[in-house]
């Protein structure tokens, strides 16, 4: 089934590059803009899939302990289609889809995969949680500030956000926890050929998603921001869905939560950051006031919910709720 699903991969990249062509030649074709959208969604989450899944065995093979790999592989596999949007966008001269992409993504975390799990299982908290949700708020907090005062993310603020995430690592790095070995799944060139063709899967993944998305935002007459907020957000916020919900089913409670928290930490610091470098981030004010309102309200309410021992199903449904009404608020606005 395995080698099955790795063969269909391989073949819908195949099939990707010529729609992607016939795509550029009908930029008016509703029907061919979805297609190449929802196919390029498809390899962002499988891609992401096979990445880790080779990422993690290589890191087996290099007897690094579960521990290491999953405060830094599960939140930086998971928040690579966000990055690669983002920084595919910003290099593309999309500034609006780079922050659109990163902002709804940390919005739909909390709102849809953090919510959905604690209804689907209510979630036991470790005791580093206040700690992470603590930083989250923080790094969320410099974020929204940085765009309010100077209306933009420029290079300086990516390069100050990178040092941030760096700190953040170190922070990590010092917690003492017992861990165990991880076993190793694949040979040394399987995991090196599930890794490779994994990012493959997800770099050409994100330009098509970018692409279909400002197209067809232009031919609905449809505000650039609102499809980065929604359809690619919570497209590149799947692989973060899929592993939160499976842990929080397989009650790995620290793995749903901590997924969340770290894939947001990373997608403010790193995703924003990195595509910054590229261009500078500008987005009409209104943009921002709004997009930070939203994720202020979702990233203080989470935190909240962290500070106690356990996040009940009744949060999760209110996180949920929280999430349509922004969705609404979203659609008057535009």
């Known amino acids: 089934m395995k080698k099955f699903s790795a063969i269909v991969y391989i073949v819908i990249i195949a099939i990707s590059i ?29 891609g992401s899939d096979y990445f880790v899944e080779g990422a993690a065995s290589i890191a087996a093979h290099k007897k690094i302990s579960q521990h290491t790999i999953g405060l830094t592989l599960v939140a930086l596999a998971t928040s690579l289609p966000e ?22 993504s940390n919005i739909a975390n909390i709102g849809l995969v953090l919510g959905i799990a604690a209804v689907l299982m209510p979630l036991s908290l470790s005791k580093h949680v206040k700690k992470d949700a603590a930083i989250l708020v ?6 929204i500030l940085i765009a309010l005062i100077t209306r933009e993310i420029a290079w300086w603020a990516g390069l100050l956000f990178i040092g941030i995430y760096g700190a953040y690592l170190w922070e990590i790095r010092k917690r003492e926890e017992d861990v165990e070995s991880v076993p190793i799944e694949h040979s040394w060139l399987w995991s ?18 970018v692409e279909s998305a400002v197209n067809l935002a232009i031919v609905l007459h449809i505000p650039e921001i609102i499809i980065a907020i929604t359809a690619i957000a919570i497209g590149t916020s799947l692989p973060e869905m899929a592993t939160s919900v499976t842990a929080a089913l397989k009650k790995k409670y620290g ?17 924003l950051g990195g595509a910054s470098l590229f261009n500078p981030i500008k987005v009409p004010m209104n943009d921002i006031v709004f997009n930070s309102t939203f994720l202020g309200i979702f990233t203080v309410a989470a935190a909240l919910m962290c500070i106690k021992k356990k996040i009940r199903r009744f949060e999760g449904f209110a996180l949920i709720l929280l999430y349509i009404i922004f969705f609404v608020f979203l659609l008057y606005y535009s």
């Open 255 to 271: 793995i749903a939560v901590g997924n969340v928290i770290g894939s947001n930490i990373f997608n403010t610091l790193i995703v």
């Open 192 to 209: 090196w050929i599930y890794t490779i063709f994994g990012a493959i899967g997800i770099v050409w993944g994100a330009k098509v998603v």
């Open 138 to 143: 923080t790094v969320t907090g410099i974020l």
């Open 83 to 104: 990055f690669a949007v983002s920084t595919i966008a910003s290099a593309s001269n999309h500034p609006v889809t780079a922050w659109g992409n990163a902002v709804g």
């Open 18 to 46: 010529p729609l992607y062509l016939l795509m550029l030649h009908n930029l008016s074709s509703i029907l061919i803009l979805i297609t190449n959208f929802i196919v390029g969604i498809y390899l962002l989450v499988k």
